[in-house]
């Protein structure tokens, strides 16, 4: 499956247009960086098809997403947002069940099998004993987990998740990103936005790098990945260094 | 469509209450029947009296009682799933002062019968619309922008009401506060209510699941794939009829559409395909109690309803609130 964009100007106000031409395939993993207010996450809505760009279009499988129906686009595609709004009392299972959703009719009731989705994700992300807590009473890394957990549940083809790591603990940094890795290895699409660069440069391979004032670039992860290119993207004088054979970004303290 | 045992036996459980509440309420009032009494009328036995009495004050008070409080209740939880506010009721965007303004712009010009009604109606409809078409603006409207336009518009009608109030002569005036406190005693005709109520319950039934997802918010639902802006105008759409009949058929009867889904909630959970139902059974048996209680406790005269609601419902809530899970 590939997800493209065609001259995409994301709607974001005050901008210089800079047509992006992406294209990226099953089994591959990117990671969006860029400084704050660039448009990470206006871009990974725009990919969902949840914010309509100022011009241009994406495509999944040669379609315009304008073409599909929403409930088969979310059966292929699943967002997880970066904020999680919750007005009413849910408990962690019942979110976690919200990525059956898309597969169900509007008659029908979730099944045991449904259920056992749910609580084989809520397991995964280690969050098993919390799952009859109410989320409002998560803490940041629990609920992210939980938001995770929902989309495990969804199982989609394309994976766009943003920041996945907030709020995480090294451990479940790891299990998080590893999580996504996996899901890549097994032909699943993934694009995420990240803020730390030695994420990316772990984990990801591919990376977009979404510039203020110039257009995007985009490519391998081990290519991209060098202080010329990211200096000018954070403004910021950064040290690179070598640890275990991974290359490490710091910024250089002034 | 398979029903399972959380749907089933809080639904069973609610409609047998309301059954015993709906019988009760027609044994009690300014003259008590027995059961065996009740029996005979409804067969067309006993004596001519227990037969009207029954049969055309009151059938029709206390089905009309159940079907306003099941209005009330439904349209205040789709209300709160639409402004993603649990403190939305079905009057918060001014429906019921829409509706007042015009009944009591009724009453003053000495209107009567079921041209109030359809003042009431006619009233809640415009309001709707006024609401809606101020809330779009520039782009969508959102619902914080839904909000706190009905909230304004609700405060307009307000003032238009106590402006009325002071300038209406004064013999007007019992009809006018009557009708402001909510009163089922003109409701003769439950027609109306149940015929609404009954066909929208089964149109929501299907919606249930979507509404679930956006009680998540708009953007959770539209990338599980739900049209979201279609769903919230349809929603929007229910919930102000369902308040305009309610409205209509009773006046503005406080506290039910507030209170009753979120009682709801914090027993059963948030499942809207099990919380709108439950609501239509326990508004109406709470709606269908405080009005045998208006009209018995210092028989013959009788007390406004929404007194009765609130006095019923605030002790149930606050009980429920701190065992809950809020």
């Known amino acids: 499956m590939t997800l493209s964009t065609h001259s995409l100007v994301l709607d974001i106000p005050l901008r210089e247009p800079h047509p992006l031409e992406l294209a990226i395939e099953s089994g591959q993993m990117w990671g969006i960086l860029g400084p704050n207010g660039v448009g990470k996450?206006?871009?990974?809505?725009?990919?969902?098809?949840?914010?309509?760009?100022?011009?241009?279009?994406?495509?999944?499988?040669?379609?315009?997403?304008?073409?599909?129906?929403?409930?088969?686009?979310?059966?292929?595609?699943?967002?997880?947002?970066?904020?999680?709004?919750?007005?009413?009392?849910?408990?962690?299972?019942?979110?976690?069940?919200?990525?059956?959703?898309?597969?169900?009719?509007?008659?029908?009731?979730?099944?045991?099998?449904?259920?056992?989705?749910?609580?084989?994700?809520?397991?995964?992300?280690?969050?098993?004993?919390?799952?009859?807590?109410?989320?409002?009473?998560?803490?940041?890394?629990?609920?992210?987990?939980?938001?995770?957990?929902?989309?495990?549940?969804?199982?989609?083809?394309?994976?766009?998740?943003?920041?996945?790591?907030?709020?995480?603990?090294?451990?479940?940094?790891?299990?998080?990103?590893?999580?996504?890795?996996?899901?890549?290895?097994?032909?699943?699409?993934?694009?995420?936005?990240?803020?730390?660069?030695?994420?990316?440069a772990t984990w990801c391979s591919h990376v977009l790098l979404l510039y203020p004032d110039r257009p995007a670039l985009m490519g391998r992860a081990d290519k991209l990945l060098t202080l010329e290119h990211l200096q000018p993207l954070y403004q910021q004088p950064l040290v690179q260094g070598e640890i275990d054979g991974r290359l490490v970004f710091l910024p250089k303290p002034v | 469509m398979i029903a399972p045992r959380y749907l089933i036996w809080p639904l069973l459980t609610l409609t047998i209450v309301s059954l015993v509440c709906v019988i009760a309420a027609?044994?009690?009032?300014?003259?008590?029947?027995?059961?065996?009494?009740?029996?005979?009328?409804?067969?067309?036995?006993?004596?001519?009296?227990?037969?009207?009495?029954?049969?055309?004050?009151?059938?029709?008070?206390?089905?009309?009682?159940?079907?306003?409080?099941?209005?009330?209740?439904?349209?205040?939880?789709?209300?709160?799933?639409?402004?993603?506010?649990?403190?939305?009721?079905?009057?918060?965007?001014?429906?019921?002062?829409?509706?007042?303004?015009?009944?009591?712009?009724?009453?003053?010009?000495?209107?009567?019968?079921?041209?109030?009604?359809?003042?009431?109606?006619?009233?809640?409809?415009?309001s709707t619309l006024l609401v809606f078409g101020l809330a779009q603006g520039v782009g969508r409207a959102s619902p914080m922008r839904l909000l706190l336009t009905g909230v304004v518009i609700a405060a307009g009608w307000g003032a238009c009401i106590t402006l009325m109030l002071a300038l209406a002569p004064p013999q007007k005036i019992p009809g006018m506060l009557f009708w402001l406190m909510g009163d089922l005693s003109y409701a003769h005709t439950p027609w109306l209510a149940w015929l609404v109520l009954v066909p929208i319950c089964f149109v929501l039934m299907p919606l249930g699941r979507s509404l679930n997802v956006l009680a998540r918010g708009p953007?959770?639902?539209?990338?599980?794939?739900v049209n979201v802006k279609q769903l919230e105008r349809l929603v929007f759409v229910i919930a102000s009829l369902l308040t305009a009949v309610a409205v209509t058929t009773a006046g503005s009867i406080g506290f039910v559409g507030l209170v009753v889904p979120h009682m709801l909630r914090l027993v059963l959970g948030n499942d809207q395909r099990l919380i709108l139902p439950a609501c239509a059974l326990a508004g109406g048996t709470l709606v269908t109690l405080a009005d045998t209680l208006a009209r018995t406790v210092i028989a013959p005269e009788q007390l406004p309803v929404g007194v009765i609601t609130a006095l019923l419902g605030v002790p149930t809530f606050l009980f429920l609130l701190r065992r809950g899970r809020v």
């Open chain 1, 41 to 200: 996450t206006t871009l990974l809505h725009t990919l969902a098809g949840l914010v309509t760009p100022r011009s241009g279009s994406v495509s999944l499988a040669h379609k315009p997403l304008s073409d599909w129906h929403r409930l088969s686009l979310a059966q292929q595609v699943g967002v997880m947002f970066q904020e999680h709004q919750d007005g009413f009392p849910a408990t962690v299972l019942e979110t976690a069940l919200l990525g059956r959703f898309p597969h169900l009719s509007p008659w029908e009731m979730e099944t045991d099998a449904d259920i056992a989705m749910a609580r084989a994700s809520l397991a995964y992300l280690e969050l098993s004993a919390l799952s009859e807590r109410s989320v409002s009473q998560l803490s940041g890394g629990e609920r992210q987990r939980t938001a995770l957990a929902a989309l495990l549940t969804q199982d989609p083809s394309v994976w766009l998740v943003d920041e996945p790591t907030n709020h995480l603990d090294l451990h479940h940094q790891v299990a998080v990103m590893r999580l996504l890795q996996r899901k890549a290895q097994s032909d699943k699409l993934v694009v995420m936005s990240l803020h730390d660069v030695n994420l990316a």
């Open chain 2, 26 to 126: 027609v044994t009690q009032g300014s003259v008590a029947l027995s059961l065996e009494q009740l029996w005979q009328a409804f067969q067309g036995q006993g004596s001519l009296l227990n037969q009207t009495l029954v049969w055309e004050l009151r059938v029709p008070r206390v089905l009309a009682a159940f079907a306003t409080g099941g209005l009330l209740a439904v349209a205040g939880a789709l209300m709160q799933i639409l402004l993603r506010n649990p403190l939305a009721d079905p009057y918060v965007l001014g429906i019921s002062g829409g509706a007042s303004v015009a009944a009591l712009l009724a009453i003053l010009a000495g209107i009567t019968g079921v041209f109030l009604s359809g003042a009431a109606f006619i009233g809640a409809v415009l």
């Open chain 2, 219 to 225: 953007m959770q639902a539209a990338a599980l794939g």
